[in-house]
């Protein structure tokens, strides 16, 4: 069988990796890093139209999907750059473009190339990507009322919208929601990589009743938006850990001891080779997922896969990679424990291990 990309996503992949690689190199170059080298790669993927991707040719996009748009996530992985790529383009584009209406659609996702963020407020508290929200809203006239609480919103503190899944009555829906309403209230939320993310908490907060994502509700559409979120999220994982495995094994490579390279001590080679099972196994899972939902086929499956990888396999596989670095690896001035960092926080993204674990279990007994 034949698993290589297709043109088109071939071409997404190299022109991700030539951008982003130019943006990381300039960087270095310049002696900056951080939030400005972050605006910097945002800004050169809006000009070459990586941003806009998934938006519909009419609106000047490229009309393509979950897979092109993994493409790009993992190239941003691979160079832990701090842009808000994930929440953008895997939680709120995707969802808009699936399941917005046309109007919503025109309001929402003309500007993406100039950098406009969207994102979404999956979690709550105790309860990561439920599919029964705690989080309510009930009609007011021709408006909705949502309160509840919100954990872990990626760059809510620049958003233009926020995707707030809500219990409404009896059914399930999800509102696009102006950050600056009044009602909203966000408090910064620790990150290990120091990627900005927000505890939300709304408190009446009154939008109009054309605010709900699409012309449906039910849990259909939220599932729907959990899995391009987990998939978004593996697919960052997936870059962040060929990135970190690159480091490694370049530095057993090129680092000596008793005057050899690391890389010819069976323990080192033997480590190194586990972390490489690791890394095909997560990106296998993800990859296969977002082709699925490409061709709008069940993706379920993979993404349970993929998601107990990320959360199970993939930490301890970082924390080898920390140890074959020795002192290194944890050299603020070395990029390895950006990518460290980065994987802590995918993991708490996704739910931990518990439910990953939980859904695969639900999966075996009902088969």
């Not at 806009?52 to 993994?70: I, Y």
């Not at 709120?92 to 190339?113: F, K, N, S, Y």
């Not at 949502?146 to 509102?175: F, I, M, N, W």
Request: proline fraction near 5%; glycine fraction near 10%.
């Amino acid at each position: 069988m034949d698993f290589a990309l297709e043109e088109t996503p071939q071409a997404v992949q190299d022109l991700a990796a030539e951008v982003l690689r130019r943006a990381s190199e300039h960087a270095e170059n310049a002696g900056t890093s951080g939030p400005g080298a972050g605006e910097a790669a945002w800004q050169a993927m809006g000009e070459t139209g990586l941003l806009s991707l998934a938006v519909p040719e009419r609106l000047g996009g490229a009309g393509l999907g979950p897979l092109a748009t993994a493409l790009v996530l993992a190239e941003v992985g691979k160079r832990t750059i701090a842009v808000p790529a994930l929440a953008s383009m895997a939680f709120g584009t995707l969802a808009v473009v699936r399941h917005g209406t046309r109007e919503q659609q025109d309001r929402l996702l003309p500007e993406m190339e100039s950098g406009r963020v969207l994102t979404a407020a999956l979690n709550e508290p105790s309860a990561p990507m439920t599919g029964t929200p705690h989080t309510v809203a009930r009609h007011e006239g021709d408006r909705l009322v949502l309160s509840g609480t919100k954990t872990g919103v990626l760059h809510a503190d620049r958003a233009h919208r926020v995707l707030v899944p809500v219990t409404l009555g009896g059914d399930v829906g999800v509102v696009l929601l102006d950050p600056a309403a009044g009602g909203v209230s966000l408090s910064a939320a620790p990150t290990s990589s120091g990627i900005p993310a927000s505890t939300m908490t709304l408190d009446g907060v009154r939008v109009p009743s054309e605010d709900m994502l699409g012309d449906t509700t039910g849990r259909g559409l939220l599932d729907d938006i959990h899995r391009c979120a987990t998939a978004g999220l593996c697919a960052v994982a997936d870059g962040v850990l060929a990135g970190a495995l690159e480091l490694t094994t370049e530095h057993l490579r090129t680092r000596e001891q008793f005057g050899r390279p690391l890389a010819t001590f069976q323990a080192a080679a033997q480590q190194v080779a586990d972390v490489y099972v690791a890394a095909r196994t997560l990106h296998l899972a993800t990859r296969s997922a977002c082709w699925r939902l490409d061709e709008g086929h069940d993706a379920a499956e993979d993404l349970d896969v993929a998601a107990l990888w990320l959360t199970v396999e993939i930490p301890p596989a970082m924390h080898t990679c920390h140890h074959l670095h020795g002192g290194l690896g944890v050299d603020t001035t070395y990029p390895m424990h950006r990518h460290y960092s980065w994987i802590k926080d995918l993991a708490v993204l996704a739910g931990g291990v518990d439910p990953a674990v939980d859904r695969l279990a639900d999966r075996v007994a009902k088969a």
